[in-house]
């Protein structure tokens, strides 16, 4: 069965420093897509980045970057320069087929706290 | 572009009332899904509806129920509300352009149910 898992329950970074949030995921698919989203306290889910299965290279926006790691089933997201608004929960999610209907499972989240 | 809206935005049912849900979807998407996020539970998959099909359906009663309209827009209905059934509902909208999948999330409707 699907799941995804993220063993951080919360995490604490200073301000300006670099933060990584784990994920690890099992599936026997082997196409799927793995998300990351961000939700504030206002409790919109907004999306950061995008990893498809077959993606050799490791998805980057702007100050997020997602750590692909297809054998080891894991895709860490990565948060560069943190910002004091980053303050969130994050969730990890993946999706599963891409023609058949979509399905998306989202793990438990992180709660990320940024220190000035 | 518009994004994803949902109304209404707030809800007060009581025990076996009906409600229903209203998703827009961005402009040019056709696949919708919904899903219940609940302390307890997280966020939890209720079904996917694409072309006005439901495609896939996750592990609710049928209490919960969608459908999706000609032009994209969808509603998810829960009949017999129960208390349990407070949570936030949130419709996202999804395409795939040149490999790469976007899933978007409307603002989600909190319905309580007392």
């Known amino acids: 069965a699907q799941k995804i898992t993220q063993t951080q329950p919360g995490m604490f970074v200073q301000e300006k420093e670099a933060v990584t949030l784990d994920c690890t995921y099992d599936?026997?698919?082997?196409?799927?897509?793995l998300f990351w989203y961000k939700q504030p306290s206002s409790g919109e889910m907004i999306f950061l980045i995008y990893?498809?299965?077959?993606?050799?290279q490791n998805a980057t926006e702007g100050r997020y970057s997602l750590n692909f790691q297809k054998a080891r089933k894991s895709a860490n997201l990565v948060i560069s320069a943190s910002q004091l608004g980053d303050s969130a929960m994050y969730f990890c999610?993946?999706?599963?087929?891409?023609?058949?209907?979509?399905?998306?499972?989202f793990g438990a989240g992180t709660r990320l706290f940024v220190k000035a | 572009k518009a994004g994803v809206t949902q109304t209404p935005r707030y809800l007060i049912k009581t025990r076996g009332q009906q409600v229903t849900l209203s998703c827009s979807p961005i402009?040019?998407?056709?696949?919708v899904s919904w899903y219940q996020q609940t302390p307890g539970q997280g966020l939890q998959f209720l079904f996917e509806?694409?072309?006005?099909?439901?495609?896939n359906k996750g592990n609710f009663p049928g209490r919960f129920s969608g459908r999706q309209f000609s032009n994209s827009r969808s509603e998810m209905n829960v009949s017999t509300l129960e208390l349990g059934d407070s949570a936030l509902y949130l419709c996202?909208?999804?395409?795939?352009?040149?490999?790469?999948?976007?899933?978007?999330f409307g603002p989600g409707t909190r319905l309580l149910v007392l």
């Open positions: 509806y694409f072309s006005e099909t439901q495609r």
């Open positions: 599936t026997s698919d082997q196409s799927y897509g």
């Open positions: 990893q498809g299965s077959y993606d050799e």
């Open positions: 999610a993946m999706r599963e087929g891409r023609t058949g209907g979509f399905k998306t499972i």
């Open positions: 996202a909208s999804s395409s795939i352009r040149a490999g790469q999948e976007t899933q978007y």
């Open positions: 402009s040019g998407h056709r696949s």
